[in-house]
């Protein structure tokens, strides 16, 4: 019971984290897909992340460096 619990505990820590610092969340992705475009094929993993990282990287604008 105890490793099921700490288990949850990290995971939730982990979704946290990665927020935090902007990773791309393929999984929320995927969850999305499916409730709100049934009809449309989810990109793989490596194409949601290359987008992920495209639409953060290659704006212009304000950036700190």
């Known amino acids: 019971m105890m490793i099921g619990l ?3 505990w990290l995971t ?3 979704l946290v ?5 902007g990773a ?3 999984e929320g992705y995927l969850t999305h897909v499916r409730e709100r475009h049934p009809g449309c094929t989810p990109l793989s ?3 949601f992340i290359a987008a992920s990282l495209s639409a953060r990287y290659d ?3 304000c950036r700190c460096c």
Do not use: C, L, N, S
């Open 12 to 14: 939730q820590a982990a």
């Open 24 to 26: 791309p969340d393929y």
């Open 45 to 47: 993993r490596e194409q």
């Open 17 to 21: 984290v990665r927020r935090v610092i």
């Open 6 to 8: 700490a288990r949850t």
């Open 59 to 61: 704006k212009p604008g």
